[in-house]
C-alpha cells in the first residue's frame, strides 16, 4: 500500500486508484512560520468527515458525521423534491464525544450512539462493501447495503495541499447502486424500489485550512432515457493546487475533470446556476428548490452553509463519446465558508 506521508515527511500529493497506508499521524504539523506545533494543536487540526446522500426521484436523505477534533458533528435530513423538508436532525458535541470515526477512508466502522439516535457506516474497500444503519430519534430509520469498491466504481481519491503545510485527502464517487434500502419515516415505511435509488458519497479527512470555503455540487441518478447510471461530483475554491476533485461517472466509468466553473449569484442563489468546463465536458444548469442550512458564530468555530436541493439538467460529454443527456437529475449543491 502506499503511504501518504514518505520517509522524509514528505505529503505523497497524488491521485489513487489503489489501497492506502493513511500514516497521516507521520505529518509535521506547522504553524504559519513553519515551527512544528504541540500535540493537542496538531489533534484539534484534524478534519474528518463522511457525508453520504441516498437519492430518489421523490426525496433525497443526507447522513453525515464529522470529527474536528475540539468538536464533532452528527446530522440527517430527508428532503422531499416539490414539498420541502420532512425531518431533519443535528447534534453537536465537545470533542469526538459519543462519535468513532476512524480516521482509514479504505475501511472503517462508523459509530454513534445518543438519546433514541444510533449511527453506524461500514466500508470496506477490499470486501468491496458499503453499509448504513441509522435510527435518528426513532423517526427516521435507515437501513441501506451496496456493494462498492475501487475496482468496480472508479471513485476518486485525491490528495492535495490545503496550503503549503498541510494537505486534504478526499474520495468521492456516484452512482453507487443500493442491494438493500429500508427507509422508515414516522412509522411509515417509504422505501423506494431499489433501481430508483443511488448513494453518492463522500469521505474527507486531513490538516485542512483553518478557513476553508468551497462551492459543490453533486448528483445521482440516471440519464434522461432512464437507462444509463450517471453521477458527478464538482467543488470550487478547496483542493485545487495539484488534482481536481472534480468528476463524473456514466455506468462507472470515470471521467476527470480539470476544473468546474461555477456561475451562479451569490446572493439570488435560487436563480438557476450553470456548471461548466473549458473542454466542454460539462454543460448543466441546477435549478434550487429547497435548503438547509446553518450559521454558527462562535469564538474559535464560524460557518456558513447553505445547502441546496433541486435538479439538474444539461449534457456530460465522455472523450470520445456522445453526450449524456441529463433531465430531472436529483441532487445538491452548497456554498460553505468555515472558520475552525
Keep these: 500500500m502506499k503511504p501518504i506521508i514518505l520517509p522524509d515527511g514528505r505529503v505523497n500529493y497524488g491521485v489513487f486508484d489503489e489501497p492506502l497506508n493513511f500514516n ?24 474528518a468527515f463522511n457525508y453520504l446522500g441516498i437519492v430518489t426521484p421523490e426525496w433525497l436523505i443526507g447522513i453525515a458525521a464529522v470529527d474536528l477534533g475540539y468538536l464533532h458533528t452528527v446530522f440527517a435530513y430527508l428532503y422531499r423534491f416539490g414539498k420541502g423538508m420532512d425531518f431533519s436532525f443535528d447534534t453537536k458535541g465537545p470533542g469526538s464525544g459519543k462519535l468513532v470515526l476512524p480516521q482509514n477512508p479504505d475501511q472503517y466502522s462508523i459509530r454513534f450512539e445518543a438519546k433514541k439516535t444510533r449511527l453506524a457506516i461500514n466500508k470496506s474497500h477490499a470486501e468491496k462493501r458499503l453499509e448504513v444503519d441509522a435510527d435518528f430519534k426513532g423517526r427516521l430509520k435507515v437501513r441501506a447495503k451496496a456493494d462498492y469498491g475501487m475496482e468496480s466504481h472508479n471513485p476518486l481519491r485525491v490528495l492535495n495541499p490545503s496550503e503549503p503545510f498541510r494537505f486534504t485527502f478526499t474520495e468521492k464517487c456516484s452512482p453507487i447502486s443500493c442491494k438493500e434500502l429500508f427507509v422508515q419515516l414516522d412509522g411509515k ?48 475554491l478547496v ?9 463524473f461517472w456514466v455506468e462507472n466509468s470515470r471521467t476527470r475533470v480539470t476544473r468546474a466553473i461555477f456561475d451562479l449569484n451569490l446572493f439570488e442563489p435560487y436563480k438557476p446556476w450553470r456548471l461548466w468546463d473549458e473542454a ?4 448543466i444548469a ?20 447553505r445547502q441546496f436541493f433541486g435538479t439538474f439538467e444539461g449534457t456530460l460529454t465522455p472523450p470520445g463519446q456522445k453526450p449524456v443527456e441529463l433531465k430531472n437529475m436529483r ?7 468555515a472558520l475552525w
Excluded at 441532487?331 to 465558508?337: A, C, M, N, Y
Design 24 to 47: 497521516f499521524h507521520d505529518f509535521v504539523v506547522r504553524d504559519f512560520f513553519g515551527k512544528p506545533v504541540g500535540a493537542i494543536k496538531k489533534k484539534f487540526t484534524f478534519h
Design 189 to 236: 415505511d417509504i422505501s423506494p424500489d431499489l433501481k430508483d435509488a443511488t448513494i453518492l458519497y463522500d469521505w474527507s479527512g486531513g490538516y485542512m485550512r483553518r478557513e476553508t470555503n468551497w462551492l459543490w455540487a453533486a448528483f445521482s441518478g440516471q440519464d434522461a432515457a432512464g437507462k444509463i447510471p450517471v453521477g458527478a461530483n464538482f467543488a470550487a
Design 239 to 247: 483542493n485545487e493546487a495539484y488534482f481536481s476533485e472534480n468528476a
Design 280 to 283: 466542454g465536458t460539462v454543460d
Design 286 to 305: 441546477f435549478t434550487p428548490e429547497g435548503e438547509r442550512g446553518e450559521k454558527v458564530n462562535a469564538k474559535i468555530l464560524k460557518t456558513f452553509f
Design 331 to 337: 441532487g445538491l449543491t452548497e456554498i460553505h465558508k
